[in-house]
T-cell receptor, first 112, second 115 residues
Framework: ELKVEQNPLFLSMQEGKNYTIYCNYS?????LYWYRQDPGKSLESLFV?????AVKQEGRLMASLDTKARLSTLHITAAVHDLSATYFC????????????FGKGTLLTVNP | DGGITQSPKYLFRKEGQNVTLSCEQN?????MYWYRQDPGQGLRLIYY???????QKGDIAEGYSVSREKKESFPLTVTSAQKNPTAFYLC??????????????FGPGTRLTVL
């Protein structure tokens, strides 16, 4: 059974600082997804990582995937208040084209 | 304007009532999903459907039922057998892309409260 663990679950940062959110998964998975959720809202897709060594960047966020270590990271550079949200990673279950298993999410608060 | 719609946005249920949450998509996606989110928690899969007239139980299907009579629609019924239905319900859909990523796109959600 695929399990996905994120850490930290809570992250309070100052504006301008850098930090990394980690996403570990327990069994083979060939697709890793990152989503953002604002309070009371739905999930917005950020990144889809399709292969080992994949790296994608959008603004101050950069995501990477290491399938051998079963680890994905979401790196935040020079944080700004607008990045405050909950970030989820999800891994695709091996052998299934459709099912995803989600981590519990990381609540990020960026303080002035 | 392609997307996923869910209705209602807020729903109140009395004890012992069945309620149905609507989910419609016009993205021409084959697969659709229902998730439940509790405060401070991740998403848990209730049911999913890979094709019309077919669906499978997810991790927490007890007390829920679904149908998939049309490609565009995947309604979820929360039955009286679901003992703790108060939660945020999210519908998603996915389709095959040229990269084969089956990325899931989410609707705006329905917040269900039991009175």
């Amino acid at each position: 059974e695929l399990k996905v663990e994120q850490n930290p679950l809570f992250l309070s940062m100052q504006e301008g600082k850098n930090y990394t959110i980690y996403c570990n998964y327990s069994t083979t998975s060939d697709r890793l997804y990152w989503y953002r959720q604002d309070p009371g809202k739905s999930l917005e897709s950020l990144f889809v990582l399709l292969s080992n060594g994949a790296v994608k960047q959008e603004g101050r966020l950069m995501a990477s995937l290491d399938t051998k270590a079963r680890l994905s990271t979401l790196h935040i550079t020079a944080a700004v208040h607008d990045l405050s949200a909950t970030y989820f990673c999800a891994a695709r279950n091996g052998g299934s084209n459709y099912k995803l298993t989600f981590g519990k999410g990381t609540l990020l608060t960026v303080n002035p | 304007d392609g997307g996923i719609t869910q209705s209602p946005k807020y729903l109140f249920r009395k004890e012992g009532q069945n309620v149905t949450l609507s989910c419609e998509q016009n993205l021409n996606h084959d697969a659709m999903y229902w998730y439940r989110q509790d405060p401070g928690q991740g998403l848990r899969l209730i049911y999913y459907s890979q094709i019309v007239n077919d669906f499978q139980k997810g991790d927490i299907a007890e007390g829920y039922s679904v149908s998939r009579e049309k490609k565009e629609s995947f309604p979820l019924t929360v039955t009286s057998a679901q003992k703790n239905p108060t939660a945020f319900y999210l519908c998603a859909s996915s389709g095959q892309t040229s990269e084969g990523d089956n990325e899931q796109f989410f609707g705006p959600g329905t917040r269900l409260t039991v009175l």
